[in-house]
């Protein structure tokens, strides 16, 4: 009978232990709660041991979490629902199995540059088996220090090893023993070495010659950012002769201030064969404000709407910005900026403009406001309606007509359907396109509902 603990049992005493059993996984828990906690029983006692055993017959993979109560003494207040997740594995399906062997990582037949690789393997059903890598003894992921199962959140059971590698070809071979009986199971695999290059890396940040702008007197905070090709050994990475931290993915930060001028970075990697350098050259400089709009949007330039959302961002957050002559506070945080704008009839002409002491940045927006001037259909709930509109247009819109389509300036009210069917050209030469359209209203607060159509364009 095998026994996984999840903690050392050396603090487990077993006149206060609970056993429980778990028949939906053929196994049972040993559990001690820590000095904080009670049993389910109420009895208080010491450290949090954890413990698991199967029934006959084995148990299945995966991970079963167990509720544990609280109960303070010294009539302090009772905490529930403290969890505790046990992470199990099958002993053996049957005791004449064999184990099957699964070669995780690396690929079989793979190429590598590092010396040493990490060799992964599972056996699915056996996951206890005595794997052996090349007659060294893999360790079991899910097995800690002194034997005991470890709790891992996101439970894996394989079997690893570092497996040193020579130049070339590198056969390797792995065993798995039987659990419960004398079968032994075999399977040979190839990793290839290559020789190593040197390290490869792009950067990301700063771009070559661009240019940092700063607004007052001091240093400007630049970020160099870039990616290693992990799948090259890379022993550090250096910018101008600071190490960085590499991140497993590849990537690497390093932020320094740089005053006024022109500056230039070194990136260094280094591995057993070589380094690669790549020089950045960027400068900072006093300049004026940068504007950012993100609102309105093309889609919004044209609109029924009797006002507009102006909402963005300048980088200079001290600037002064106004809008069509009228300041608009900046946020000092954030540099955002905001104000609902009334349209007039037809084009409006809006001017935003943010200035410092270096100078000024301008955006011009031209926003149409159509407001109809007539009613074409009246159209009640329930009751569809079909009216034709005659539309006179350029021949070159007329050249183009089979590839019309219809838009909306302004969404649809929840409720009303618009379609538009070509019907005939008129005039000679054809100036006018003759449309049907087809309107039908449900599920709406009124009784009656007036929509202009005069909000459709067409291209």
Not at 162 to 169: A, C, F, S
Not at 255 to 271: C, F, K, L
Request: glycine content about 6%; cysteine-free; hydrophobic content about 35%.
């Amino acid at each position: 009978m095998k026994l996984l603990h999840l903690m050392n049992l050396n603090m487990f005493s077993l006149e206060i232990r609970v056993e429980r059993n778990h028949s939906e996984i053929n196994m049972k828990s040993l559990v001690q709660m820590d000095s904080n906690q009670s049993n389910i029983d109420g009895i208080y006692i010491g450290k949090v041991i954890v413990g698991l055993k199967t029934n006959e017959g084995g148990a299945t993979t995966g991970k079963k979490r167990v509720n544990h109560y609280v109960n303070l003494p010294d009539n302090r207040s009772p905490i529930t629902n403290s969890r505790n997740y046990l992470s199990y594995v099958d002993v053996l399906g049957t005791s004449d199995s064999v184990p099957d062997i699964t070669l995780k990582e690396p690929m079989d037949g793979g190429e590598t540059y590092f010396s040493v690789v990490r060799v992964k393997v599972d056996t699915n059903n056996d996951k206890l088996a005595d794997v052996y890598i090349n007659g060294l003894p893999a360790k079991k992921y899910f097995i800690g220090e002194g034997g005991y199962v470890s709790v891992i959140s996101d439970f894996d059971s394989y079997h690893y090893l570092d497996l040193p590698l020579e130049l070339g070809d590198n056969e390797v071979k792995i065993t798995a023993h039987s659990t419960l009986n004398d079968n032994v199971s075999e399977k040979t695999v190839v990793f290839k070495r290559k020789a190593m290059p040197k390290p490869a890396f792009e950067i990301g940040t700063p771009r070559q010659n661009e240019l940092f702008k700063v607004f007052n007197e001091g240093a400007k905070p630049v970020t160099i950012d870039g990616i290693i090709d992990v799948s090259i050994p890379v022993n550090k990475v250096l910018v101008d002769g600071v190490e960085v931290t590499l991140r497993k993915d590849g990537n690497f930060l390093y932020t320094s201030e740089y005053r006024v001028g022109d500056h230039q970075i070194v990136v260094e990697a280094i591995n057993d064969a070589g380094s690669t350098q790549k020089v950045v050259n960027f400068s900072v400089a006093f300049g004026s404000p940068t504007l950012k709009l993100d609102s309105p949007n093309e889609a919004e330039l044209n609109t029924m709407s009797e006002k507009i959302l102006i909402h963005g961002s300048v980088d200079d957050k001290n600037a002064q910005l106004t809008i069509n002559g009228t300041p608009i506070s900046v946020d000092s945080q954030v540099g955002d900026f905001e104000l609902e704008y009334y349209l007039n009839q037809g084009e409006n002409m809006i001017q935003i403009v943010a200035t410092n002491k270096f100078g000024e940045s301008k955006k011009l927006l031209v926003v149409n406001r159509v407001v109809a001037d007539e009613s074409h259909l009246e159209v009640r709930i329930d009751d569809p309606a079909q009216k034709e509109w005659q539309l006179k247009t350029t021949s070159d819109v007329i050249s183009q007509l089979n590839r019309y389509r219809t838009s909306f300036m302004d969404p649809l009210p929840h409720g009303i359907q618009v379609n538009f069917t070509y019907k005939k050209l008129l005039g000679s030469p054809a100036d006018t396109i003759v449309f049907d359209y087809h309107v039908y209203v449900n599920a709406i607060d009124t009784s009656r509902y007036v929509y202009n159509t005069r909000s459709n364009r067409f291209a």
